[in-house]
């Protein structure tokens, strides 16, 4: 196979170059080229990942929404987890890869697909083509033909609809597809009879996928052609430089190696010297990609969802490091190796850099925790299944490691083949698809019956038209009333409480973190005085669905309303006014935060009420106190500076242009809004405060927020943190009390208040002494009654010294000193202490090694006792302890110790 090299260099053709001649070749023929979007798709809820290079423009396929040009390029970020099995076990899959594409909308077809494609490969990558083959889609003689002009007849397959023919879902835009192979040479065949183009094995490769959205499919099957067609097209960056750079692998090209050489050299191994070690050096330089990315996108490993799945592959390649003899954490230390590899194409992994290594560290070490806890807990497991004669571990209990502590099915596999044990796969399997269907629902996150309902009112009324950025009251139409149970009602009287849809509203409907607006709705009818109120309701709140639709909740208060009545509806202006001081507040807090915090900071949720709210961020830790007092204090000094607001709806590029922060999740049109806070202007965006897409309401200056008190930081969930504000008047009065304390303390303490901190210091210190004096004296009376309690509560059980006994304790640390005098005295055997600590019962077990060896363990007589005193804890072999609510039943639960340990020492 001929290499294409640089002419000036004489060196083989990086990565790099490959990038960029692709994006010059499809610019030079008007083509709009489009930057990598983020792996968290902003345009399909029902997506976890941006799986392929034209999920960004499936709105534009789709016919949603309208291409800004007819013609596009990119290098799009993938992620995907539908290969990850074989991931490290073959030379080509990927979780994470980049990948190019050009798209036609309506404009080239397939005359140009194949052209150009032939033309930058053979030309541009100089790939040589003799060895270049293409499939097609059998019954496609159109791209036959076309492919004939540059390929003899034996070089084009024909292949059937499940590897050549496309579609989205079961209905709507689809068509045949062709696929540019190439020949890598017999070395790298199956040696199967059968092997040719169409073969899963390494020899004939795909490089390129392009897919001609010709057809519209019917509920039939019928398919009906298009009126525009599209042309989406997709190829691998990675397999295309392992086939420019002629290597072997994916894994040996400029892309990846140098990160699977940083493992080696990690692990102290070579590539290519042990099969398993190449699994595992490949699974790593595969993850830790996807890992760096994921972060940089603002997903943190978490329990459910996106963040699942980051948690699985980081703790999946940590596992693989822990097979080739990594024992310390070290996927942190990698992810630099990634940015240096990465970062000059993707600048904005060097700025988050150190955020991304401090997640992995973090993620990894609690990992290894877990891991240290799944080893135990599947070390009891085999004992008490060789206890039962039992020589498999069920389904449920391996799924219960590998869900709950992280580990491994592979390395329970292996642990359990040492110890000349089976394990229930099968039953393994069943748990593990009984989770994704339920993470499958709870990803769906709707009541299904009602997005039907709803979906079916938007349909028949359209979007509500909302003018409430500009008006506080007007007059509008009831289109529809909807009564109790979903029922569609034509007339309201006084007392009822039921959903209305107006032709046009002033009210907020609640959505993207702001409340709805209140307010009330009014019939009038002339008389001779004028206006006269013939029906009053009250607006109890606003909510926004399906984008556009907004959901009135309103209880009548006077008269009756029907469908079709002209109302006037006024929002509560005051009400509002709070919201918006409030909302524009969130704004400045994000960029308070991200200036003082780092860059790295996400808004990930809010909650904006009237003056307070509260505010999710992306952080891998807690906020230090000094940390939080800066950052209120940059808040308050925004709205001191009284900065305008300004608030501009201009098209997605021109945003993007201005670095306008935008929200993962949420849908973004060809026009969006745009609300900065500046004192410059339009005209300077780079000296902006805060750029944002938002579609909130908000104040006109900063100055009118008044005032801003943090009241509360604190963890939601793995790497997320969340801040509770008050502004304006809650605010104010939040101070004012706080300061009425601060007084009442001072005349508590009778000193002045800027005493009352060395006041109070002074008590403590003394408090401190005299604990410490009541400790040491409960100490000295505890050695004479230890004495007597060796001496006479003492039973010998099964040979073993045993003594269980209620005592007096302050804290657990005395009940732990406690049993460590008696097991001084004691030398060998077991004991269980209880006490009464604030106002709860609290156990704790010490067993000697030599009783540790005859199979006692204090974790599990633990266990046992608290469940007596309805609570529960856990702990070593040696040492454990644990808690209940019920003290009534600590007695009994102290004299059950006799009987736990016969049991276990049977």
């Given at each position: 196979?001929?290499?294409?090299?640089?002419?000036?260099?004489?060196?083989?053709?990086?990565?790099?170059?490959?990038?960029?001649?692709?994006?010059?070749?499809?610019?030079?023929?008007?083509?709009?080229?489009?930057?990598?979007?983020?792996?968290?798709?902003?345009?399909?809820?029902?997506?976890?990942?941006?799986?392929?290079?034209?999920?960004?423009?499936?709105?534009?396929?789709?016919?949603?929404?309208?291409?800004?040009?007819?013609?596009?390029?990119?290098?799009?970020?993938?992620?995907?987890?539908?290969?990850?099995?074989?991931?490290?076990?073959?030379?080509?899959h990927h979780t994470f890869f980049e990948m190019f594409g050009n798209f036609s909308f309506g404009d080239y077809f397939k005359e140009e697909?194949?052209?150009?494609?032939?033309?930058?490969?053979?030309?541009?990558?100089?790939?040589?083509?003799?060895?270049?083959?293409?499939?097609?889609?059998?019954?496609?003689?159109?791209?036959?033909?076309?492919?004939?002009?540059?390929?003899?007849?034996?070089?084009?397959?024909?292949?059937?609809?499940?590897?050549?023919?496309?579609?989205?879902?079961?209905?709507?835009?689809?068509?045949?597809?062709?696929?540019?192979?190439?020949?890598?040479?017999?070395?790298?065949?199956?040696?199967?009879?059968?092997?040719?183009?169409?073969?899963?094995?390494?020899?004939?490769?795909?490089?390129?996928?392009?897919?001609?959205?010709?057809?519209?499919?019917?509920?039939n099957g019928t398919l009906k052609p298009l009126p525009q067609k599209n042309i989406d097209t997709g190829m691998g960056l990675e397999r295309?430089?392992?086939?420019?750079?002629?290597?072997?692998?994916?894994?040996?090209?400029?892309?990846?190696?140098?990160?699977?050489?940083?493992?080696?050299?990690?692990?102290?191994?070579?590539?290519?010297?042990?099969?398993?070690?190449?699994?595992?050096?490949?699974?790593?330089?595969?993850?830790?990609?996807?890992?760096?990315?994921?972060?940089?996108?603002?997903?943190?490993?978490?329990?459910?969802?996106?963040?699942?799945?980051?948690?699985?592959?980081?703790?999946?390649?940590?596992?693989?490091?822990?097979?080739?003899?990594?024992?310390?954490?070290?996927?942190?230390?990698?992810?630099?190796?990634?940015?240096?590899?990465?970062?000059?194409?993707?600048?904005?992994?060097?700025?988050?850099?150190?955020?991304?290594?401090?997640?992995?560290?973090?993620?990894?070490?609690?990992?290894?925790?877990?891991?240290?806890?799944?080893?135990?807990?599947?070390?009891?497991?085999?004992?008490?299944?060789?206890?039962?004669?039992?020589?498999?571990?069920?389904?449920?209990?391996?799924?219960?490691?590998?869900?709950?502590?992280?580990?491994?099915?592979?390395?329970?596999?292996?642990?359990?083949?040492?110890?000349?044990?089976?394990?229930?796969?099968?039953?393994?399997?069943?748990?593990?698809?009984?989770?994704?269907?339920?993470?499958?629902?709870?990803?769906?996150?709707?009541?299904?019956?009602?997005?039907?309902?709803?979906?079916?009112?938007?349909?028949?009324?359209?979007?509500?038209?909302?003018?409430?950025?500009?008006?506080?009251?007007?007059?509008?139409?009831?289109?529809?009333?909807?009564?109790?149970?979903?029922?569609?009602?034509?007339?309201?009287?006084?007392?009822d409480v039921v959903q209305i849809i107006l032709s046009e509203t002033p009210f907020y409907g609640e959505s993207g973190g702001q409340v709805?607006?209140?307010?009330?709705?009014?019939?009038?009818?002339?008389?001779?005085?004028?206006?006269?109120?013939?029906?009053?309701?009250?607006?109890?709140?606003?909510?926004?669905?399906?984008?556009?639709?907004?959901?009135?909740?309103?209880?009548?208060?006077?008269?009756?309303?029907?469908?079709?009545?002209?109302?006037?509806?006024?929002?509560?202006?005051?009400?509002?006014?709070?919201?918006?001081?409030?909302?524009?507040?969130?704004?400045?807090?994000?960029?308070?935060?991200?200036?003082?915090?780092?860059?790295?900071?996400?808004?990930?949720?809010?909650?904006?009420?009237?003056?307070?709210?509260?505010?999710?961020?992306?952080?891998?830790?807690?906020?230090?106190?000094?940390?939080?007092?800066?950052?209120?204090?940059?808040?308050?000094?925004?709205?001191?500076?009284?900065?305008?607001?300004?608030?501009?709806?201009?098209?997605?590029?021109?945003?993007?242009?201005?670095?306008?922060?935008?929200?993962?999740?949420?849908?973004?049109?060809?026009?969006?809004?745009?609300?900065?806070?500046?004192?410059?202007?339009?005209?300077?965006?780079?000296?902006?405060?805060?750029?944002?897409?938002?579609?909130?309401?908000?104040?006109?200056?900063?100055?009118?927020?008044?005032?801003?008190?943090?009241?509360?930081?604190?963890?939601?969930?793995?790497?997320?943190?969340?801040?509770?504000?008050?502004?304006?008047?809650?605010?104010?009065?939040?101070?004012?009390?706080?300061?009425?304390?601060?007084?009442?303390?001072?005349?508590?303490?009778?000193?002045?208040?800027?005493?009352?901190?060395?006041?109070?210091?002074?008590?403590?210190?003394?408090?401190?002494?005299?604990?410490?004096?009541?400790?040491?004296?409960?100490?000295?009376?505890?050695?004479?009654?230890?004495?007597?309690?060796?001496?006479?509560?003492?039973?010998?059980?099964?040979?073993?010294?045993?003594?269980?006994?209620?005592?007096?304790?302050?804290?657990?640390?005395?009940?732990?000193?406690?049993?460590?005098?008696?097991?001084?005295?004691?030398?060998?055997?077991?004991?269980?202490?209880?006490?009464?600590?604030?106002?709860?019962?609290?156990?704790?077990?010490?067993?000697?090694?030599?009783?540790?060896?005859?199979?006692?363990?204090?974790?599990?007589?633990?266990?046992?006792?608290?469940?007596?005193?309805?609570?529960?804890?856990?702990?070593?072999?040696?040492?454990?302890?644990?808690?209940?609510?019920?003290?009534?039943?600590?007695?009994?639960?102290?004299?059950?110790?006799?009987?736990?340990?016969?049991?276990?020492?049977?």
């Amino acid at each position: 196979m001929k290499i294409k090299t640089n002419t000036v260099l004489g060196e083989v053709m990086k990565s790099s170059e490959i990038r960029e001649k692709f994006l010059s070749f499809f610019k030079k023929r008007k083509h709009k080229i489009y930057p990598s979007s983020s792996l968290i798709p902003g345009n399909d809820p029902s997506l976890l990942f941006t799986s392929a290079g034209m999920v960004p423009f499936k709105d534009i396929f789709l016919g949603k929404t309208k291409p800004e040009s007819s013609k596009a390029a990119s290098l799009q970020c993938c992620f995907r987890t539908s290969d990850i099995e074989n991931v490290g076990y073959t030379n080509r899959h990927h979780t994470f890869f980049e990948m190019f594409g050009n798209f036609s909308f309506g404009d080239y077809f397939k005359e140009e697909a194949i052209s150009w494609a032939w033309e930058f490969l053979t030309d541009k990558m100089d790939l040589e083509k003799a060895k270049l083959y293409a499939s097609v889609y059998n019954e496609d003689d159109e791209s036959y033909q076309i492919w004939r002009k540059f390929l003899p007849e034996e070089r084009i397959v024909r292949l059937g609809k499940e590897s050549n023919f496309w579609q989205m879902a079961e209905t709507g835009p689809c068509g045949p597809c062709s696929e540019i192979l190439i020949d890598r040479g017999k070395e790298y065949s199956c040696g199967k009879p059968g092997c040719a183009p169409g073969c899963d094995c390494d020899r004939y490769l795909e490089i390129w996928n392009l897919v001609f959205t010709q057809f519209e499919k019917s509920s039939n099957g019928t398919l009906k052609p298009l009126p525009q067609k599209n042309i989406d097209t997709g190829m691998g960056l990675e397999r295309l430089s392992a086939v420019v750079q002629n290597v072997p692998t994916v894994f040996e090209s400029d892309l990846l190696k140098p990160i699977m050489d940083e493992v080696c050299k990690l692990a102290g191994v070579s590539y290519n010297e042990n099969k398993r070690d190449n699994i595992s050096l490949r699974i790593i330089t595969d993850h830790i990609r996807g890992i760096v990315f994921l972060i940089n996108d603002g997903i943190l490993p978490a329990n459910e969802e996106r963040g699942y799945v980051l948690r699985r592959i980081l703790r999946r390649a940590a596992k693989e490091g822990k097979l080739l003899g990594i024992q310390q954490s070290f996927l942190y230390k990698l992810s630099d190796k990634v940015v240096e590899v990465m970062g000059s194409f993707y600048p904005a992994l060097v700025t988050k850099k150190n955020y991304i290594r401090e997640i992995c560290k973090m993620e990894e070490e609690r990992f290894k925790e877990t891991l240290d806890k799944g080893y135990e807990m599947l070390a009891n497991l085999i004992v008490d299944l060789g206890k039962k004669g039992k020589k498999r571990i069920p389904g449920k209990e391996v799924f219960k490691l590998y869900d709950t502590y992280g580990f491994p099915l592979d390395l329970t596999r292996e642990i359990a083949e040492e110890k000349k044990i089976g394990i229930d796969e099968e039953g393994f399997k069943n748990q593990m698809e009984k989770q994704q269907k339920t993470a499958s629902k709870s990803w769906k996150g709707f009541n299904e019956r009602e997005k039907t309902f709803y979906d079916k009112i938007h349909k028949e009324v359209g979007d509500t038209i909302f003018r409430g950025y500009f008006f506080n009251k007007l007059l509008a139409k009831i289109d529809m009333i909807i009564g109790e149970n979903n029922k569609i009602i034509d007339e309201i009287k006084k007392g009822d409480v039921v959903q209305i849809i107006l032709s046009e509203t002033p009210f907020y409907g609640e959505s993207g973190g702001q409340v709805g607006d209140k307010g009330k709705i009014l019939k009038e009818i002339k008389s001779e005085n004028g206006k006269k109120i013939e029906a009053e309701m009250s607006v109890l709140n606003a909510e926004k669905m399906f984008g556009k639709l907004v959901i009135h909740k309103v209880k009548v208060l006077k008269g009756k309303f029907r469908k079709g009545d002209t109302v006037d509806a006024f929002i509560d202006t005051e009400r509002r006014s709070s919201i918006s001081r409030s909302h524009t507040a969130t704004h400045l807090l994000q960029a308070a935060l991200r200036q003082i915090v780092g860059v790295h900071v996400k808004q990930s949720g809010s909650l904006v009420e009237c003056d307070r709210f509260r505010f999710d961020f992306t952080h891998f830790s807690g906020l230090l106190p000094e940390q939080i007092e800066k950052t209120e204090e940059l808040v308050n000094k925004m709205i001191r500076k009284n900065l305008t607001v300004l608030i501009s709806e201009i098209s997605l590029d021109e945003a993007k242009q201005m670095q306008a922060m935008a929200h993962f999740g949420e849908k973004y049109g060809e026009k969006v809004r745009v609300v900065m806070i500046s004192s410059e202007g339009w005209d300077a965006p780079e000296d902006a405060v805060s750029i944002e897409l938002c579609g909130g309401t908000h104040c006109c200056a900063t100055g009118e927020i008044g005032l801003f008190k943090i009241i509360n930081e604190t963890s939601i969930s793995s790497g997320v943190r969340r801040i509770e504000v008050l502004t304006g008047e809650a605010a104010y009065q939040f101070v004012k009390k706080e300061e009425k304390d601060l007084l009442n303390i001072a005349n508590v303490l009778k000193v002045p208040v800027n005493l009352v901190e060395m006041q109070i210091e002074k008590i403590i210190k003394t408090s401190e002494e005299q604990k410490k004096e009541l400790s040491r004296m409960r100490g000295e009376v505890f050695n004479f009654q230890s004495v007597d309690l060796v001496k006479n509560e003492v039973r010998k059980i099964a040979g073993i010294n045993v003594l269980s006994h209620k005592i007096e304790a302050a804290d657990s640390r005395d009940l732990r000193n406690y049993g460590d005098r008696l097991m001084d005295k004691l030398k060998k055997g077991v004991i269980v202490l209880g006490s009464i600590i604030d106002n709860k019962p609290f156990l704790i077990c010490m067993v000697a090694d030599s009783e540790v060896k005859k199979g006692l363990h204090a974790g599990k007589i633990i266990k046992k006792l608290t469940e007596i005193v309805d609570g529960s804890g856990g702990g070593r072999a040696n040492l454990a302890q644990g808690g209940g609510k019920n003290k009534e039943k600590l007695e009994e639960s102290l004299a059950q110790v006799e009987e736990i340990i016969r049991e276990n020492t049977k």
